[in-house]
């Protein structure tokens, strides 16, 4: 890790990057990385609008904090990543502590948009008290999903949320532009020139990691913390990974993609009952010449004239017999 923040530094001067560890065990502590290029558009290009939010890592070790940017397209604009052990009070503290200076530079008011969990509004109230701190609806309501669950409440929790009507809304801007021509005014924000602006800059890639150079002092790698339970076999693979090869056969038709279970049969017909009873759906099998032949209805490659049974003769002709021998 302090090689990789080194080679950063060297790549994209400016940039405020750091690497932190315990002088006691030597080990690990934190990293932040906030590119100037990044933080140059932001100020420039971008509203004064940060997300705050927490992500866990695929690896051995911690998860991210990370600050995010709205440009003037409402597309996400990451302005800092923050690598950090646990996400607690104190880790939002150090993180919104080294960002501050810096997002105290834009010229309008900060807006912070977060959930509720873990210190994160007490890290923002006691780092920015004069900017608003708003909250996604969307993760509140999760949160509470998990101990208040339900239809009804989360509908009664959207719609309370959402208390606008999309016609009504559309007709009420109409007429307000036509009364009020000054709010026809366009944000700055929304200006080609400043979308422009906030992506001028790049951030330069590092040179490979066999020619790195080797850090100042010593960085231990921090202690493995495993969770409770039985370690997972498998690791969990994304949307767009490949699978192992083992794709699912359906026993009824043999084609692949589902099973036997989720096996919807075109040839499916519907039986009507009567005696006031539901319909009773019957799945006939794609290929009824085994149950032909059985049958004594045809023989293989004969079409679907019938022929004699042996079978229900003989059963017929001794039926008839031990009824002669019962009188």
């Given at each position: 890790m302090t090689s990789l923040t080194i080679e950063l530094l060297t790549a994209n001067p400016g940039s405020i990057i750091g690497c932190?560890?315990?002088d006691a065990t030597l080990q690990w502590t934190e990293t932040m990385v906030m590119f100037k290029e990044s933080y140059d558009g932001w100020l420039k290009g971008c509203r004064p609008v940060l997300g705050l939010d927490g992500r866990f890592l695929k690896g051995k070790y911690g998860g991210v904090c990370l600050s995010i940017g709205l440009d003037g397209n409402n597309g996400l604009f990451p302005v800092a990543t923050y690598f950090y052990r646990s996400e607690c009070y104190n880790t939002w503290n150090?993180?919104?502590?080294?960002l501050q200076p810096w997002l105290d530079q834009h010229d309008a008011k900060l807006t912070f948009i977060?959930?509720?969990?873990?210190?994160?509004?007490?890290?923002?109230i006691d780092?920015?008290?004069?900017?608003n701190h708003s909250f996604c609806f969307r993760h509140m309501y999760k949160n509470s999903?998990?101990?208040y669950r339900g239809i009804h409440l989360e509908k009664l929790s959207w719609n309370a949320a959402r208390t606008y009507i999309t016609i009504d809304k559309d007709n009420f801007l109409a007429k307000l532009g036509e009364d009020h021509l000054s709010t026809r005014y366009c944000s700055e924000y929304h200006w080609v020139s400043t979308y422009m602006k906030a992506y001028a800059s790049a951030v330069y890639p590092i040179a490979y990691v066999t020619s790195w150079v080797k850090p100042p002092r010593e960085f231990r790698s921090p202690p493995l913390l495993r969770l409770t339970?039985?370690?997972r076999k498998s690791r969990i693979k994304d949307e767009d990974e490949l699978t192992n090869g083992s794709t699912r056969r359906c026993g009824k038709c043999g084609h692949y993609g589902?099973?036997?279970?989720t096996y919807k049969s075109p040839s499916a017909t519907y039986k009507v009952v009567h005696n006031n009873k539901k319909l009773i759906r019957v799945d006939i099998p794609r290929s009824q010449e085994k149950i032909k032949v059985k049958f004594g209805f045809s023989t293989p490659g004969q079409g679907s004239e019938p022929r004699p049974s042996t079978t229900t003769s003989q059963t017929t002709q001794t039926c008839r017999i031990n009824s002669t021998k019962d009188f």
């Amino acid at each position: 890790m302090t090689s990789l923040t080194i080679e950063l530094l060297t790549a994209n001067p400016g940039s405020i990057i750091g690497c932190s560890r315990d002088d006691a065990t030597l080990q690990w502590t934190e990293t932040m990385v906030m590119f100037k290029e990044s933080y140059d558009g932001w100020l420039k290009g971008c509203r004064p609008v940060l997300g705050l939010d927490g992500r866990f890592l695929k690896g051995k070790y911690g998860g991210v904090c990370l600050s995010i940017g709205l440009d003037g397209n409402n597309g996400l604009f990451p302005v800092a990543t923050y690598f950090y052990r646990s996400e607690c009070y104190n880790t939002w503290n150090t993180f919104l502590q080294a960002l501050q200076p810096w997002l105290d530079q834009h010229d309008a008011k900060l807006t912070f948009i977060s959930d509720r969990q873990k210190g994160l509004i007490k890290a923002v109230i006691d780092n920015f008290n004069h900017c608003n701190h708003s909250f996604c609806f969307r993760h509140m309501y999760k949160n509470s999903k998990k101990i208040y669950r339900g239809i009804h409440l989360e509908k009664l929790s959207w719609n309370a949320a959402r208390t606008y009507i999309t016609i009504d809304k559309d007709n009420f801007l109409a007429k307000l532009g036509e009364d009020h021509l000054s709010t026809r005014y366009c944000s700055e924000y929304h200006w080609v020139s400043t979308y422009m602006k906030a992506y001028a800059s790049a951030v330069y890639p590092i040179a490979y990691v066999t020619s790195w150079v080797k850090p100042p002092r010593e960085f231990r790698s921090p202690p493995l913390l495993r969770l409770t339970g039985r370690p997972r076999k498998s690791r969990i693979k994304d949307e767009d990974e490949l699978t192992n090869g083992s794709t699912r056969r359906c026993g009824k038709c043999g084609h692949y993609g589902y099973n036997k279970k989720t096996y919807k049969s075109p040839s499916a017909t519907y039986k009507v009952v009567h005696n006031n009873k539901k319909l009773i759906r019957v799945d006939i099998p794609r290929s009824q010449e085994k149950i032909k032949v059985k049958f004594g209805f045809s023989t293989p490659g004969q079409g679907s004239e019938p022929r004699p049974s042996t079978t229900t003769s003989q059963t017929t002709q001794t039926c008839r017999i031990n009824s002669t021998k019962d009188f």
